[in-house]
């Protein structure tokens, strides 16, 4: 991205003076490699940051307005709102998430002093599920963190974010985003426990490979999607396993508790719901030792294994996110390939051979648009650094 370009068009949005006075900012997008609908569950996930994300283009101001304009929604203009005044507003679309933060980080620590002029670009595609909220929430976080001198600890933000997500906008997610997305360290992913917040980074090495994103360019909104009634569902079933267990979350379950204890849950679907959450997280754990001695291959075993579990038992995927994966793996040189977020949509990973990418790409384009309709787009993405201040 030319930051030039940015503080160019920063200028030209806000009539401001010298570009030198202006500071500027990234926040990665994410994807999660192994380890879904597990976060909210108190299991293990393992996501790692994207150089794909939002960047960020500030300065303080001499009142107490904040003024944020996206490059990604220019239609809607200029948006503004005073530092007093930081209530969720409809009308302030995107920019709820930034006002949201800020009101949040106020709250934590001090009042903000002055207002900001921000002007925003993200080059995450948008609702593809590479988390573009937790992006725009944590470069909001190191925006002001930063500029006001805040010294808030990286942990506090990431926590603020979901705060962000959960209270002020109302989609009832985990933490793994937000802590992907200002925790990620290049070139690795973390291994995370969702209960503790108790975390490892674990080196992938993908010498000869590539990350390939699948977008299935079917928009989904979160909080309009099946995720609250999923999370409902894990409840309703520890609930049940409550009654014969000492637990407080599914992900303290092994395969063989969850087995030992499943005829508590007097519902089919429940017991579907549950599984998943208990055998996605030993999954992840799995996935991540195999990682750690260096056994790729029965990484993408356990991928593939995971994207059965979401299709069969979670019931989150849909033919748009399974002719995308199904596809994948029949291709030579696929060593994994499963959905990743929230599902309903949104996207696809896949881990390529360098020499297959070309033809990967090619082939699994043509079979998703005879089948869909539509095209798919795709990425090859690198693993890149959390959220921080550009030089």
């Known amino acids: 991205m030319d930051i030039n370009r940015l503080k160019l068009k920063f200028q030209e949005v806000f009539s401001a003076g010298e570009a030198a006075e202006l ?68 009308d302030h679309s995107w920019a709820n998430y930034p006002k949201g933060m800020i009101r949040y980080l106020q709250e934590f620590s001090r009042e903000v002093p002055v207002g900001l002029d921000i002007l925003i670009y ?23 963190n930063e500029i006001f001198e805040y010294q808030i600890d990286r942990i506090d933000l990431v926590k603020l974010g979901k705060k962000v997500e959960n209270e002020f906008i109302g989609v009832n997610s985990g933490i793994m985003d937000q802590f992907a997305v200002g925790m990620g360290k290049e070139n690795c992913g973390i291994l995370l426990n969702c209960n503790t917040l108790q975390y490892e980074y674990a080196p992938l090495n993908l010498t000869g490979y590539k990350i390939i994103i699948m977008n299935t360019n079917k928009r989904r909104e979160l909080s309009d999607s099946k995720y609250n009634e999923r999370r409902r569902e894990c409840e309703a079933a520890l609930t049940l396993l409550q009654q014969d267990r000492d637990i407080h979350s599914l992900g303290e379950l092994s395969e063989s508790d969850f087995e030992t204890s499943r005829h508590l849950i007097d519902d089919a679907t429940l017991v579907k719901r549950a599984r998943h959450a208990v055998y996605e997280n030993q999954r992840t754990l799995r996935a991540s030792d195999a990682l750690k001695k260096g056994n790729l291959g029965k990484f993408g075993q356990l991928m593939n294994a995971s994207h059965v579990s979401l299709r069969d038992d979670y019931e989150v995927t849909g033919v748009e996110l399974d002719t995308l994966v199904e596809t994948a793996w029949e291709q030579e040189g696929t060593i994994g390939a499963r959905m990743t977020g929230a599902g309903f949509g949104g996207c696809a990973i896949a ?41």
Do not use: W
Not at 35 to 58: L, Q, R, S, W
């Open 23 to 90: 500071r500027t900012f990234f926040s990665p997008g994410r994807i999660n490699l192994i380890g879904e609908h597990t976060d909210y569950n108190g299991g293990y996930v393992f996501p790692c940051a994207i150089t794909y994300g939002t960047y960020g283009v500030a300065r303080k101001r001499e009142d107490r307005q904040v003024r944020m304009f996206s490059m990604n929604f220019e239609d809607k203009g200029i948006i503004e709102f005073s530092l007093d005044k930081l209530q969720y507003d409809a």
């Open 122 to 144: 993200g080059n995450i595609p948008n609702g593809a599920g590479l988390s573009s909220s937790a992006s725009l929430e944590m470069l909001t976080g190191v925006i002001v």
């Open 351 to 391: 881990i390529v051979n360098d020499e297959n990418v070309e033809a990967f790409v090619a082939n699994v384009s043509s079979q998703y648009r005879d089948k869909i309709g539509f095209q798919a787009t795709f990425y090859v993405a690198s693993i890149g650094e959390g959220a921080k201040e550009l030089a």
